[in-house]
């Protein structure tokens, strides 16, 4: 399979917690990105990288939110200390100019 | 700043009926494209559409962009109950990153 992987697919944590996820992009594509989905409104951008570079970050993602990229390759999202508020479906996607593909996300719950 | 309005919200039909989703924007963007997304899963790509007035079919589904590439339709005939998802329309903006809908949930009941 050489789709976008996300792992893990679900995660529960405390308050409190920091949680961090990771993604595999396909391996042609140069471009990252990041974005959080609550439910029933469309995805919310948070961060861009292209190659090992992170080209934008959105005003949305606090500075509790991390992301790295560190050899152009798979990237991790972290968030420290987890509010009720982050619980979301953390989307991410590569892509090559047009072509974008998503993974299947990593459902986070805040408790 | 770039928003896309999406209509309607939410759809229910019966199998067999045709429908039409709307995608608009006071923005103009460079290319627009449409995604089917399931429950728990991200957002498939379905099509592109680059050229103001561009049509696209796939298969029951037909894509149309605005002639002043501001607004698009996706336009669904005889639909069927594995039609049943979230459709989501996104802007390409700057740095391809994409300006997104909020969806329309549609239903199409056997």
């Known amino acids: 399979d050489t789709g976008v992987s996300q792992d893990p697919r679900h995660k529960i944590t405390k308050r409190g917690q920091n949680v961090t996820f990771r993604c595999d992009p396909i391996?042609?594509?140069?471009?990252l990105y990041w974005y959080r989905q609550t439910l029933g409104q469309g995805p919310e951008f948070l961060t861009y990288?292209?190659?090992?570079?992170?080209?934008?970050k959105s005003r949305l993602l606090s500075d509790r939110f991390s992301a790295e990229r560190p050899k152009g390759s798979f990237s991790t999202l972290e968030i420290q200390r987890t509010e009720q508020g982050d619980s979301a479906m953390y989307l991410c996607?590569?892509?090559?100019?047009?072509?974008?593909?998503f993974g299947s996300g990593t459902r986070l719950t805040v408790v | 700043t770039q928003l896309l309005e999406q209509s309607p919200q939410f759809l229910s039909i019966q199998e067999g009926e045709n429908l039409t989703v709307y995608c608009n924007s006071s923005?103009?963007?460079?290319?627009l494209q449409w995604y089917r997304q399931e429950p728990g899963e991200g957002p498939v790509l379905l099509v592109t559409?680059?050229?103001g007035g561009e049509v696209k079919k796939l298969k029951r589904l037909t894509f149309q962009f605005g002639d002043a590439r501001k607004d698009s339709s996706l336009h669904i005939t005889a639909a069927q109950p594995g039609d049943t998802g979230l459709y989501l329309c996104a802007g390409v903006g700057s740095n391809y990153q994409l300006i997104w809908g909020a969806g329309t949930k549609l239903i199409i009941k056997p």
């Open positions: 996607a590569s892509s090559y100019n047009y072509g974008y593909t």
């Open positions: 559409v680059v050229t």
């Open positions: 990288f292209q190659n090992e570079a992170q080209l934008e």
């Open positions: 391996s042609e594509h140069n471009r």
């Open positions: 923005s103009v963007f460079s290319s």
